[in-house]
């Protein structure tokens, strides 16, 4: 005789199997609302990130031991709160430190924030550009380099003073403007005052080579004494082709112990270049830079110079000419003389030319 069939237990294994595709159907459900959402979230977080674009273009400098916060709030600055707040969020979440990301960083015109987030936690700084043109005096120089720099103008010039740094470059604290060479140099903004007087003296023993040097040791003259030559050269006249021989008549006039007289220095000594004329009691301000008190060299340059103006000292061509007065004409070159009869001669000329000019 056959068996019956157990139905109830046939009945329970159906209504397992029922159960078991339903629950699974449910967890597939469940991890594809999850993978979804996910994906929203997703694309509502680095979708801004990578399809918005910055502007402009843009320097961001990160001060040292910078927060987050710190950072956004100097892309803020250049590139606006919205763009700023998704690099901050691309920072909170990749959790960038930023306390060693002290230096400036270019970010480009069209960068997406997740790219300037890289650039500015990962990326190379962006050099600075500092541009030395006839600055006149190291305090004017230290407060040109340090408002482009990350430090103080006052540190600045205290390197610059610093006897044992001038050593290894045979200056003195008076000397220190000599340093500078006219020229564009290249430094990171967080340099330190120490790392960009060594990048500028690089350049100065670049120029002082050998060959400088000795055509300088053949006039007797020490190259900071050849840079302060140049410097009243440069005040005295902004013809490249009249200044070997104003070079060459200063050079006359130390060889012969003469005062150098030069105007320029006494515009130095008062601290006032828009003087037009020079009068009487101007020359007698009390200052070892007044050249019509005191014999010889001033003690350093009044401005910095280009390369072209020390070599027109170092190969100033020979003549005898130890007077110089500016042409009436205000052409901007001079008139030499040999003798001080001619030389008030044209000194008269000239001072007639002002009063017809009503120049004080």
């Given at each position: 005789?056959?068996k019956?069939?157990?139905?109830?237990?046939?009945?329970?294994?159906?209504?397992?199997?029922?159960?078991?595709?339903?629950?699974?159907?449910?967890?597939?459900?469940?991890?594809?609302?999850?993978?979804?959402?996910?994906?929203?979230?997703?694309?509502?977080?680095?979708?801004?990130?990578v399809?918005?674009?910055?502007?402009?273009?843009?320097?961001?400098?990160?001060?040292?031991?910078?927060?987050?916060?710190?950072?956004?709030?100097?892309?803020a600055?250049?590139?606006?709160?919205?763009?700023?707040?998704?690099v901050?969020?691309?920072?909170k979440?990749?959790?960038t430190?930023?306390?060693?990301?002290?230096?400036?960083?270019?970010?480009?015109?069209?960068?997406?924030?997740?790219?300037?987030?890289?650039?500015?936690?990962?990326?190379?700084?962006?050099?600075?550009?500092?541009?030395?043109n006839?600055?006149?005096?190291?305090d004017?120089v230290?407060?040109?380099?340090?408002?482009?720099?990350?430090?103080?103008?006052?540190?600045?010039?205290?390197?610059?003073h610093?006897?044992?740094?001038l050593?290894?470059?045979?200056?003195?604290?008076?000397?220190?403007?000599?340093?500078?060479?006219?020229?564009?140099?290249?430094?990171?903004?967080?340099a330190?005052?120490?790392?960009?007087?060594?990048k500028?003296?690089?350049?100065?023993?670049?120029?002082?080579?050998?060959e400088?040097?000795?055509?300088?040791?053949?006039?007797?003259?020490?190259?900071?004494?050849?840079v302060?030559?140049?410097?009243?050269?440069?005040?005295?006249?902004?013809?490249?082709?009249?200044?070997?021989?104003?070079?060459?008549?200063?050079?006359?006039?130390?060889?012969?112990?003469?005062?150098?007289?030069?105007?320029?220095?006494v515009?130095?000594?008062?601290?006032?270049?828009?003087?037009?004329?020079?009068?009487?009691?101007?020359?007698?301000?009390?200052?070892?830079?007044?050249?019509?008190?005191?014999?010889?060299?001033?003690?350093?340059?009044?401005?910095?110079?280009t390369?072209?103006?020390?070599?027109?000292?170092?190969?100033?061509?020979?003549?005898?000419?130890?007077?110089m007065?500016?042409?009436d004409?205000?052409?901007?070159?001079?008139?030499?003389?040999?003798?001080?009869?001619?030389?008030?001669?044209?000194?008269?000329?000239?001072?007639?030319?002002?009063?017809?000019?009503?120049?004080?």
């Open positions: 005789m056959a019956k069939p157990n139905r109830k237990k046939n009945g329970a294994s159906s209504t397992t199997d029922v159960g078991a595709i339903l629950s699974k159907k449910l967890w597939i459900t469940l991890l594809v609302i999850v993978f979804v959402l996910g994906g929203i979230i997703l694309l509502y977080i680095f979708l801004p990130a399809a918005n674009k910055s502007e402009t273009q843009a320097i961001i400098k990160i001060p040292a031991n910078a927060t987050t916060e710190m950072v956004r709030d100097s892309v600055k250049y590139l606006g709160d919205k763009y700023a707040s998704k901050a969020l691309m920072s979440i990749q959790g430190d930023y306390t060693k990301r002290h230096g400036a960083y270019m970010i480009d015109s069209g960068v997406s924030p997740f790219i300037a987030q890289r650039k500015l936690s990962q990326g190379a700084q962006h050099p600075v550009n500092i541009v030395i006839g600055a006149r005096g190291a004017i230290s407060k040109r380099i340090s408002s482009k720099l990350d430090f103080t103008a006052d540190s600045l010039f205290n390197q610059l610093d006897e044992g740094f050593k290894s470059y045979g200056l003195k604290p008076s000397e220190a403007l000599a340093l500078f060479i006219d020229d564009t140099y290249q430094v990171y903004w967080d330190s005052p120490l790392a960009v007087a060594e500028v003296g690089a350049n100065y023993k670049k120029v002082w080579n050998k400088r040097i000795e055509k300088a040791e053949r006039l007797g003259l020490t190259p900071a004494q050849v302060t030559i140049a410097s009243i050269i440069d005040e005295e006249t902004n013809k490249k082709d009249e200044k070997p021989m104003v070079a060459r008549l200063y050079l006359n006039r130390l060889k012969k112990g003469m005062k150098l007289q030069a105007d320029p220095t515009k130095f000594a008062l601290g006032d270049f828009s003087l037009r004329r020079i009068r009487g009691e101007h020359l007698k301000v009390d200052s070892p830079y007044n050249t019509y008190q005191v014999t010889g060299l001033p003690p350093g340059p009044i401005r910095t110079v390369v072209a103006d020390i070599d027109a000292v170092l190969d100033a061509p020979e003549h005898e000419y130890i007077y007065c500016a042409k004409d205000f052409s901007g070159y001079h008139s030499f003389a040999k003798d001080y009869n001619t030389h008030m001669q044209n000194a008269r000329k000239y001072q007639m030319a002002l009063n017809r000019r009503n120049i004080n």
